[in-house]
């Protein structure tokens, strides 16, 4: 069975919202100054010490956050890829 790791990226208008901590409120505004694409969604609620699921699937509907291929997803990808010849 596989096991997804779902991580996060900021969107240009990510970007936008930071500069505007008041539109999206101080939790999605820490959320999003910590989505670098590189962190799973298991880390950033570590590192806000909640659950982020609902929030960062709230913030994605909106079009401020975007899932970024996990590192093994990325490995998958590339075994699957036909190799130059």
């Known amino acids: 069975m596989s096991t997804?790791?779902?991580r996060y990226a900021k969107t240009p208008?990510?970007?936008e919202?930071?500069?505007?901590?008041?539109i999206v409120g101080r939790q999605a505004?820490?959320?999003?100054?910590?989505?670098?694409?590189r962190r799973s969604e298991q880390e950033?609620?570590?590192?806000l010490?909640?659950?982020?699921s609902a929030l960062a699937r709230g913030l994605q509907e909106r079009g401020l956050l975007?899932?970024?291929p996990?590192?093994?997803?990325?490995?998958?990808?590339?075994?699957?890829?036909p190799a130059d010849v």
């Open 29 to 37: 505004h820490t959320l999003l100054l910590m989505a670098n694409g």
């Open 17 to 22: 919202a930071l500069a505007r901590p008041d």
């Open 13 to 15: 208008e990510a970007w």
């Open 70 to 81: 996990s590192e093994t997803s990325a490995a998958c990808a590339d075994e699957d890829a």
């Open 4 to 6: 997804t790791h779902r």
């Open 44 to 47: 950033l609620s570590r590192l």
């Open 66 to 68: 975007q899932d970024t």
């Open 49 to 52: 010490g909640a659950d982020i």
